[in-house]
Antibody
Framework: QVQLQESGPGLVKPSETLSLTCTVS????????WNWIRQAPGKGLEWIGQ???????IYNPSLRSRVIMSVDMFKIQLSLEMSSVTAADTAVYYC????????????????????WGLGTLVTVSS | QSALTQPRSVSGSPGQSVTISCTGT????????VSWYQQHPGKAPKLMIY???ERPSGVPDRFSGSKSGNTASLTISGLQAEDEADYYC??????????FGGGTKLTVL
């Protein structure tokens, strides 16, 4: 069973860069598209973007200019960097896995988030 | 890319059925890649429905999904106390992006 664990600083100053990692266990990093999703306090979910093990990325257009995602195959970790943060970026950040292959092993990306981490709260404040 | 529209809250008594709607546009819900997630307070979301009406193994068949036009729906029949949670819809939105709904709080009376 795939397990995801987010980690990173819980407090970031305004205008600085937020950096988070997500450690993957119990599954192949090449078998999923890795997504970052956030949830501001008392608010709904917001898709930030995704990264594949090949390094290809797709970002939410509203955040594209501030976000970089990457995969470290050796550490089996995903990374999220978000620059120029403001209080509006205060949220619980989740990593989530979207299957890239079907049950027969054929490349057939699914359109749902099958596995989620527990999330990590990031507060932007001076 | 605008968030999908969900009612802020719905409620029902144990044993009853409730339906949560999720309204989008031809740029998202039309793709038939709508999924639904259940989130209990302080917990990570859990996949309940995918591809509009498919149910992952382990999810009770009390949960079902459907779609009509640009509105997807999640129906929970035989409501139970543990169903009380927030529910979010999500859709593929073209150009490899995804969009969530604003979420619906389900209260079991």
């Amino acid at each position: 069973q795939v397990q995801l664990q987010e980690s990173g600083p819980g407090l970031v100053k305004p205008s600085e860069t937020l950096s988070l990692t997500c450690t993957v266990s119990g599954g192949s990093i090449s078998s999923y598209y890795w997504n970052w999703i956030r949830q501001a306090p008392g608010k709904g979910l917001e898709w930030i973007g995704q990264v594949y093990y090949s390094g290809s990325t797709i970002y939410n257009p509203s955040l594209r200019s501030r976000v970089i995602m990457s995969v470290d195959m050796f550490k089996i970790q995903l990374s999220l960097e978000m620059s120029s943060v403001t209080a509006a970026d205060t949220a619980v950040y989740y990593c989530a896995a979207r299957p890239a292959f079907d049950s027969s092993g054929h490349y057939s990306p699914a359109e749902y988030f099958q596995h989620w981490g527990l999330g990590t709260l990031v507060t932007v404040s001076s | 890319q605008s968030a999908l529209t969900q009612p802020r809250s719905v409620s029902g008594s144990p044993g009853q059925s409730v339906t949560i709607s999720c309204t989008g546009t031809s740029s998202d819900v039309d793709y038939n890649y709508v999924s639904w997630y259940q989130q209990h307070p302080g917990k990570a979301p859990k996949l309940m429905i995918y591809d509009v009406n498919e149910r992952p193994s382990g999810v009770p068949d009390r949960f079902s999904g459907s779609k009509s036009g640009n509105t997807a729906s999640l129906t929970i029949s035989g409501l139970q106390a543990e169903d009380e949670a927030d529910y979010y819809c999500c859709s593929y939105a073209g150009s490899y992006t995804r969009v969530f709904g604003g979420g619906t709080k389900l209260t079991v009376l």
